[in-house]
């Protein structure tokens, strides 16, 4: 028998016998199961070694181990179900099948990327596998079992490691948002600077503009008064060398008439 939600096929279930129920003295509700029952769960259970010569119990050891009989309560009655043992035909295979792409469909498996529900339903559908494998060898169906817990170790490492980065990426991202923020700030107390440092250049810039203005007229001014100047200077000068020149030509008059009379 198979569980609708699962693909490994299981027995039918077992009832062992009822559970006898009773209020502990700290309020919590305790179960008891005689003597009996838990031979025959030992029985179900069937606690042996691997390397056991005995074929069926090899058989058993490896069927628990892929999927451990299940347990529970019903109406005071305490019920297990262990995973089948008998032999898969064609149409088990087929209707097995049928089943796991049910699955796929019915669960919405993603077909790509990470997954858990595929990987679920493909672990069940591995373990079925074995399950048939090991009744019809066991020596195959151990190698197969160490190679699935080989393959579970590989993917808990994996994902161990992918906790691990997740974790490491998600410090570095805060880390970074912390540092974005900081450089967020800064950038802003420095574009509110450089906007105060334009304002001042624009003011500097307008205050040199009007020294240079000031400073042009002033020196237009000073110019002209220097060439007014100079051009007064120089007429000065030549009046007064035309001035010089005709006394210098009268005192020579003077001495020639001088010197005419006393030759007289």
Not at 14 to 41: A, C, D, F, H, Q
Not at 50 to 73: E, G
Not at 139 to 151: A, F, S
Not at 233 to 262: A, P, Q, S
Request: aromatic residues 6%; positive net charge; contains cysteine.
């Amino acid at each position: 028998m198979a569980s609708a939600k699962c693909l490994v096929l299981y027995e039918e279930p077992y009832r062992l016998s009822k559970v006898e129920t009773k209020v502990g003295p700290t309020g919590i509700l305790l179960k008891k199961i005689n003597n009996e029952n838990v031979t025959l769960m030992h029985k179900f259970l069937n606690k042996t070694d691997i390397n056991d010569d005995n074929t069926s119990t090899q058989i058993s050891y490896i069927l628990n181990k892929i999927a451990p009989p299940r347990q529970w309560t019903k109406d005071g009655e305490l019920w297990i179900q262990t995973i089948s043992k008998n032999k898969s035909t064609r149409e088990d295979v087929a209707r097995l099948t049928n089943r796991f792409s049910e699955q796929l469909r019915l669960r919405q498996a993603k077909s790509i990327g990470i997954c858990y529900i595929r990987r679920e339903i493909y672990g069940e559908l591995l373990d079925e596998l074995i399950r048939q494998i090991v009744i019809d060898c066991p020596d195959r169906g151990k190698i197969l079992l160490r190679l699935k817990d080989e393959v579970n170790m590989t993917i808990k490492a994996y994902e161990t490691l992918y906790k691990h980065s997740f974790n490491f990426g998600k410090k570095r991202e805060e880390k970074a948002v912390k540092e974005l923020d900081y450089l967020q700030r800064k950038t802003s107390l420095l574009e509110n600077e450089i906007k105060k440092l334009q304002s001042e250049k624009i003011a500097l810039q307008r205050k040199i503009s009007d020294i240079e203005r000031s400073n042009y007229k002033l020196r237009s001014t000073e110019e002209f008064c220097f060439t007014a100047e100079s051009h007064e200077l120089r007429n000065k000068f030549k009046r007064m060398k035309v001035l010089l020149d005709c006394r210098e030509m009268n005192d020579n008059e003077n001495n020639n008439e001088k010197g005419t009379n006393e030759s007289s």
